[in-house]
């Protein structure tokens, strides 16, 4: 079956550091992959998404490449702010028929001024 | 822009009332799911519906029923309420494989 496995956090950053969070996945099919967030007291939404092999999702600042070689979709940011404190989730919807979408447990970003 | 719609956004229950979280989509999707929220568990899928007149048991089905009335609405219900119950419940809908989008929540406390 499929599986998203994320970095645990919390991850505990100073403004403006680089960030990275690491996502791995398995799919038996040709996954869509994604990256949600979701900002305290709020429902999850959709930070960025990669439909394809080598694609990069871009937005706010963040980004992820689609890498098929080593299943991953790392997020990654240059400089964090304060607003970007959230929870963030790692995600695949896969091609083969299934209609259900697989998540990681979400890592918790913490970003102090 | 309305997008998920969710109701109530709060409620409290005592152990043994029932209870229906209503959801509705105005983006012509044909998926919908109910998620339970906890603390360190992530997202949680409970039931599942991908098409209009069809409804399938997620990963944590036990203790609710669903249904999906038409395409637009999918309602999740609680015969029975438990103080395991207490969660963060979100509705959210896809089409194929595109992005899920949320609704913003329904935080349910169960006494």
């Known amino acids: 079956g499929n599986s998203v496995t994320q970095m645990e956090g919390p991850v505990t950053l100073s403004e403006e550091a680089f960030l990275t969070i690491n996502c791995t996945y398995t799919?038996?099919?040709?996954?869509?992959l994604f990256w949600y967030v979701q900002y305290p007291g709020e429902g999850l939404q959709l930070l960025l998404k990669?439909?394809?092999?080598?694609d990069k999702g871009s937005n706010k600042g963040f980004e992820a490449t689609y890498r098929k070689e080593t299943t991953s979709f790392h997020l990654e940011k240059g400089s964090v702010q304060v607003s970007d404190s959230a929870v963030y989730f790692c995600?695949?919807?896969?091609?083969?028929?299934?209609?259900?979408?697989?998540f990681g447990r979400g890592t918790s970003l913490i970003v102090h001024p | 822009n309305a997008g998920v719609t969710q109701t109530p956004k709060f409620q409290v229950l005592k152990t043994g009332q029932s209870m229906t979280l209503q959801c509705a989509q105005d983006m012509n999707h044909n998926s919908m799911y109910w998620y339970r929220q906890d603390p360190g568990m992530g997202l949680r899928l409970i039931y599942y519906s991908a098409s209009e007149g069809t409804t399938d048991k997620g990963e944590v089905p036990n203790g609710y029923n669903v249904s999906r009335l038409n395409k637009r609405e999918f309602s999740l219900r609680l015969e029975s309420a438990a103080p395991s119950q207490t969660s963060v419940y979100f509705c959210?809908?896809?089409?194929?494989?595109?992005?899920?989008?949320f609704g913003e929540g329904s935080r349910l406390t169960v006494l």
């Open positions: 995600a695949l919807s896969d091609r083969g028929g299934s209609y259900i979408p697989t």
């Open positions: 959210a809908s896809k089409e194929d494989i595109g992005e899920l989008f």
């Open positions: 990669a439909t394809k092999a080598d």
């Open positions: 799919a038996t099919g040709y996954p869509s």
